[in-house]
């Protein structure tokens, strides 16, 4: 079984910055992409940003020049920061990672609990 902690989310005027992590712990023999989606109230979740193995990353264009993603491979933990925040940024921000459990397994999505992210004007 693999397990994603997210952690870092909260409260933060418009133009401030937070910074979020998701650790994937468990069963984990590779990961090969990792990354971070949102859902507003109201509104279907969407991917904010996305890093494969190989460091290349990308980004919903609502966010480019603002958020980075970043992951530290040893910890098998991902980054959010997210600079120049907006009240449209307002949502629960999900982390994901596409791990495969054992070398003979296929790569399966798993998904951290959410992390409440709030942007006030």
């Known amino acids: 079984q693999v397990q994603l902690v997210e952690s870092g989310g909260g409260l933060v005027h418009s133009g401030g910055s937070l910074r979020l992590s998701c650790v994937a712990s468990?069963?984990?023999?590779?990961?090969?992409?990792m990354g971070w989606y949102r859902q507003a109230p109201g509104k279907q979740r969407e991917l904010v940003a996305v890093?494969?193995?190989?460091?290349?990353?990308n980004y919903v264009d609502s966010v480019k020049g603002r958020f980075t993603i970043s992951r530290d491979n040893a910890k098998n933990t991902e980054y959010l920061q997210m600079n120049s925040l907006k009240p449209e940024d307002t949502a629960v921000y999900y982390c994901?990672?596409?791990?495969?459990?054992?070398?003979?397994?296929?790569?399966?999505?798993?998904w951290g609990q959410g992390t409440q992210v709030t942007v006030s004007s």
């Open positions: 994901y990672a596409r791990v495969r459990t054992d070398k003979y397994s296929t790569f399966s999505n798993y």
């Open positions: 468990g069963s984990i023999s590779s990961i090969n992409a």
């Open positions: 890093i494969i193995s190989g460091g290349n990353t």
